[in-house]
């Protein structure tokens, strides 16, 4: 059985994750005019954890705990910024302007 702390980590890390969505979805929307689905978030961070190349996928720049991934999605290429230590997307960036 889970201990009240272990309880609240597991708790505070759904909610992250679901923050996390919640704040692409909405970058999503306000830069791409794009609707997110909660099933379209975990393909994309599974693509992003999967050690499989993909042809619609770039890593572009790493650090230590992230990095951005130029994945082509719903007909567009958008790059997506990933936390590589919790294993999942944190926004999706802007275009970037030439």
């Known amino acids: 059985m ?3 702390a272990q309880f609240f980590n597991k708790m505070k890390t759904i909610k ?3 923050y996390s969505f919640n704040h692409t979805k ?3 929307k306000e830069r ?6 909660w099933s379209d978030y975990e393909t994309l961070c599974n693509i992003c ?5 993909y042809v619609n ?8 705990n992230q990095e951005i991934h130029e994945i082509f999605f719903k007909g567009r290429n ?3 910024t ?3 230590k919790k294993g999942w997307i944190t926004t999706a960036l802007p275009e970037r302007k030439e």
């Open 2 to 4: 889970a201990t009240p």
């Open 16 to 18: 992250d994750k679901k």
């Open 26 to 28: 909405d970058r999503l």
């Open 32 to 37: 791409f005019e794009l609707l997110l689905t």
């Open 49 to 53: 954890t999967s050690d499989a190349s």
């Open 57 to 64: 996928t770039l890593v572009v720049k790493e650090s230590e």
């Open 78 to 80: 958008i790059r997506f």
């Open 82 to 84: 990933f936390n590589t």
